[in-house]
């Protein structure tokens, strides 16, 4: 396929009678305000608003919108999550743009592609952006006769849990074989430094190492500024001297951060085969959890993959490893008792087959990782939970009622998870070569 650069223009909407507290941190908006932002899109008939009951913890700021007989999504990108939104539009409708193109000439039965609806002013987004702050707001058709689902769990039938699965795999394998076709170049990614098994490292370092200043870690914080600037406080300890030392000290964590220091090389393994040059970098989703995946509510069979807000330049095999790691983890990432954390081998030969019997991008070499790529980022998200853990939770926050050691948990299963992996590691390399026959 021909490669492709997309950009997009970041003009501001001059509308003279917007309200001004559309700008600036998040708040609580009225109808009358959301009635009025849905007026600069390009929609007809009588508006019918309410909260999107699936809006999830970023994007907050996500309604129903009915326009006369069209339905509608209606989002505010979350500035204090992505602190660039351009990138994020950017990335968005790149994704957008190389889907639809390449269904033009390949059409994939069942397969739609978010649809952008068009502001007055023919601008595939809405920017209030100001003095007082980031104000970028979308508004997406609403893909109809279409379910998700948080979890296989919510499907009692292990047949429908399996063709579910099944199912992930071949969007995953779709929607990469849709995208190969941009540059990477020309699109930075909306969270810097994330996916980034490097940066993490030396995070975990600093960390061990105790430092608290920016002038402590200086050794170790990267060049770019404004990879500085977004990662840098993750560099940090933050919680007091006293804590940061049981926590170091805990004999629990004793072998588990003998774990990630022993295995660092492995855990760079995807940006080590970029870099020699083994394997694609391309585009990717970045959060490929089976929530962002939409099922035709008839057939059953996936039809979008959708929050594209994490696009960024890696390789395909960061999205199926982070897929496939949170489906067959049978405990979930709160389980106390890691004897009960184990790999689902059903589950994981369903998404494999599903994956393997659709995509046709694909390169051998890049096949030859898909098994360690999954137990890469199981190893990559058990690091930052410890880490995050270690400097006293600053990055994955605790919510009210959570356990003060949630983290540590996370990370000890996450870990344990990757050991499960690797010890399934020869069954799993043969389920790929009996469906690559």
């Known amino acids: 396929m021909n490669e492709q650069v997309i950009t997009i223009a970041t003009d501001?909407?001059?509308?003279?009678?917007?309200?001004?507290?559309?700008?600036?941190a998040y708040q609580d908006y009225t109808t009358a305000d959301i009635n009025w932002v849905i007026q600069q899109f390009a929609v007809d008939g009588d508006l019918q608003i309410a909260p999107f009951?699936?809006?999830?913890?970023?994007?907050?700021?996500?309604?129903?919108?009915?326009?006369?007989?069209?339905?509608?999504?209606?989002?505010?990108?979350?500035s204090d999550v992505f602190a660039m939104p351009y990138r994020v539009m950017n990335g968005m409708i790149s994704s957008i743009t190389a889907q639809r193109e390449s269904l033009a000439v390949n059409p994939i039965d069942g397969w739609e592609a978010i649809e952008l609806v068009p502001t007055l002013q023919g601008k595939a987004f809405l920017?209030?952006?100001?003095?007082?702050?980031?104000?970028?707001?979308?508004?997406?058709?609403r893909i109809p006769k279409s379910r998700s689902y948080k979890s296989l769990s919510e499907v009692e039938s292990r047949e429908e849990q399996l063709r579910l699965a099944s199912e992930m795999g071949r969007g995953l394998a779709i929607y990469s074989d849709l995208t190969s076709c941009i540059k990477p170049a020309g699109v930075e990614g909306s969270l810097p430094g994330y996916r980034d098994t490097g940066l993490y490292y030396r995070q975990f370092h600093s960390v061990m190492a105790g430092n608290r200043t920016m002038g402590d870690a200086a050794a170790l914080l990267p060049d770019d500024p404004i990879l500085r600037t977004s990662t840098g406080p993750h560099f940090l300890v933050g919680c007091s001297p006293q804590e940061a030392k049981e926590r170091k000290n805990d004999p629990e964590l004793a072998p588990f951060i003998a774990l990630v220091e022993e295995q660092e090389p492995f855990a760079m393994g995807l940006w080590t085969a970029i870099a020699q040059g083994r394997i694609r970098q391309t585009l990717i989703h970045g959060d490929t959890k089976i929530e962002n995946f939409l099922f035709d509510s008839e057939t059953g069979n996936v039809k979008a993959l959708v929050d594209l807000d994490t696009i960024m330049s890696f390789t395909w095999l960061a999205d199926w490893g982070d897929m496939l790691r949170s489906l067959v983890n049978v405990a979930g990432e709160k389980e106390t008792d890691l004897g009960k954390v184990n790999v689902d081998t059903e589950v994981y030969r369903a998404v494999t087959e599903g994956f393997l019997s659709t995509a046709t991008?694909?390169?051998?070499?890049?096949?030859?990782?898909m098994v360690s790529a999954v137990q890469v980022i199981a190893l990559e998200l058990g690091l930052r939970f410890l880490t995050d853990y270690l400097k006293g939770d600053t990055y994955f926050q605790l919510g009210e009622g959570d356990p003060a050691d949630l983290n540590k948990t996370r990370a000890m299963v996450q870990l344990t998870l990757y050991r499960r992996l690797a010890e399934f590691g020869p069954e799993a390399e043969a389920i790929i070569r009996s469906l690559k026959k």
Do not use: C, F
């Not at 920017?127 to 058709?141: A, K, N, P, Y």
């Not at 991008?361 to 990782?369: K, P, R």
């Open 127 to 141: 920017d209030l952006t100001d003095e007082h702050g980031w104000s970028v707001w979308r508004l997406m058709v």
């Open 361 to 369: 991008e694909v390169t051998s070499q890049e096949v030859s990782m």
């Open 12 to 24: 501001r909407a001059v509308i003279e009678d917007r309200p001004s507290h559309l700008t600036g």
């Open 53 to 78: 009951p699936g809006r999830g913890n970023i994007n907050l700021h996500t309604y129903e919108v009915i326009a006369g007989e069209r339905e509608y999504l209606l989002q505010k990108v979350n």
